[in-house]
């Protein structure tokens, strides 16, 4: 186990620049059990301990001025349970690698997210999800946990086993313990189509049901400005396998969705009066494209360009609604938005604090360019989000705090109370979940 204790230079960012943080020291831990003894040294040191995957997110969940652990050298996958069709594996592991190791064995994940940058416990502590009618988000598939708790026991939970536990620590905000293996359902590898096409935005929302329950994954991307989206269709396939063609992904996925877009909001950034006519063109850019390939080939993709960004779940039958007020909004205001809105669904899961607790939900993304003002644009799109009972990804920028939470989540008192069991001290507290659960 390394140890190191910050000086100068010792500031932690995360991947959007706008959260930063200088602990009192660092752990490498290479071991459960060495992770154990850094807990247990910080309370001797009066220090709280967080640990941090990526910083994929854009609150400040990982932050910390005292001891931060960086899982990395826990990674990878401890066991493949064929018959029981799991996998289990080090909580450090970048959702890439797995991704690789499972397709290498012939086995996937069901469903993930649009990217793969993150740890498998920094993406599911969050909620990170993608897009679902039946599947739902990463932590939705976990079958079993493991953690080290507050005094520097390792404590396993599943649905037999310490299933309390295990109803909440799957989306865990870091507040229960830290992470350090899961358990995933997997199943034999499979082939998704993808269909990905431009579609009128008010013809999106008027068929949003329509395109949702006709299709195994549907999302699209509002341009504001506009009245186009780019619409995205994933269903399963019996093949045969017809990946884009190499050059074609790097003109349309990298030089396109990446090189150019990046130029744009560098222009949009430093000229905002052009960004409607950027947006326009923007929208126009891609063309429809079908091909069929293994899951994570088709679920996630590159994003090299940088933003911040502010994600709310609402129930899936006010989305429609709330994305015409969003319209209407950004087209009354005067503000300047370069980049699209988002949407995707999940269905309801049983997670105490996933965003899709209980019932069938939608996302709505808002996302501004790196270094451009984004508080006007985020407070009077939260105002819209929180008007429709909305739930903000626990990894993006909110304002909410636990008054609310204990409003839109009817099972926020099982989380606390279950918190106060498991740290007492609040060893893994930090400003964000004072702020979001409570002292």
């Not at 996998?87 to 190791?101: D, F, I, Q, S, Y």
């Not at 080939?297 to 129930?315: G, N, Q």
């Not at 669904?345 to 451009?372: C, E, K, N, W």
Request: hydrophobic share 40%; proline share 5%; aromatic share 8%.
């Amino acid at each position: 186990m390394s140890s190191t204790a910050n000086g100068k230079n010792g500031t932690w960012r995360n991947w959007g620049g706008n959260v930063s943080a200088r602990p009192a020291r660092e752990v490498t831990p290479a071991s459960v059990d060495e992770l154990a003894a850094a807990v247990r040294r910080a309370a001797e040191d009066g220090l709280k301990v967080k640990a941090v995957g990526s910083g994929h997110s854009f609150t400040s969940i990982a932050a910390t001025d005292g001891v931060l652990i960086r899982p990395q050298l826990l990674t990878g996958i401890r066991d493949i349970d064929r018959d029981a069709m799991t996998v289990t594996v080090e909580a450090g592991t970048p959702l890439k690698r797995l991704n690789v190791a499972l397709a290498r064995e012939g086995l996937s994940l069901t469903n993930m997210g649009d990217i793969m940058e993150q740890t498998v416990s920094g993406a599911t502590s969050t909620g990170t999800h993608g897009t679902g009618r039946d599947s739902g988000s990463i932590a939705a598939q976990i079958k079993g946990l493991e953690l080290v708790t507050a005094d520097g026991s390792v404590l396993t939970c599943s649905e037999k086993e310490n299933p309390d536990v295990f109803a909440a620590a799957r989306i865990g905000l870091g507040a229960l313990g830290i992470v350090t293996a899961i358990t995933f359902a997997v199943e034999p590898v499979f082939l998704l189509t993808a269909r990905e096409e431009p579609m009128p935005f008010d013809r999106v929302l008027s068929d949003f049901e329509e395109l949702w329950a006709e299709n195994e994954h549907f999302e699209f991307y509002w341009f504001p400005h506009t009245g186009n989206t780019n619409t995205k269709r994933n269903n399963r396939s019996a093949g045969p396998e017809k990946p884009v063609p190499q050059l074609q992904s790097w003109f349309e996925d990298e030089f396109l969705s990446n090189g150019v877009f990046q130029v744009a909001n560098w222009v949009g950034r430093a000229v905002p009066a052009t960004i409607p006519a950027i947006a326009q063109i923007s929208s126009k850019a891609l063309s429809a494209r079908t091909y069929t390939d293994i899951p994570y080939k088709v679920f996630t993709s590159p994003r090299r360009v940088r933003f911040v960004e502010m994600e709310y779940a609402v129930p899936r039958a006010a989305v429609v609604e709330a994305l015409r007020e969003l319209k209407t909004m950004v087209d009354r205001s005067g503000l300047k938005v370069s980049f699209p809105v988002e949407v995707r669904t999940a269905p309801a899961d049983d997670i105490t604090l996933s965003t899709a607790s209980g019932r069938d939900t939608a996302y709505i993304a808002v996302h501004m360019f790196q270094g451009t003002p984004y508080q006007r644009y985020f407070t009077a799109a939260e105002r819209i989000f929180t008007a429709h009972e909305g739930r903000p990804h626990w990894g993006k920028i909110h304002t909410r705090d636990a008054e609310y939470f204990s409003q839109v989540y009817p099972r926020f008192g099982e989380f606390t109370a279950l918190r106060d069991r498991l740290d007492p001290d609040r060893r893994f507290q930090n400003d964000y979940l004072r702020r979001v659960l409570g002292a």
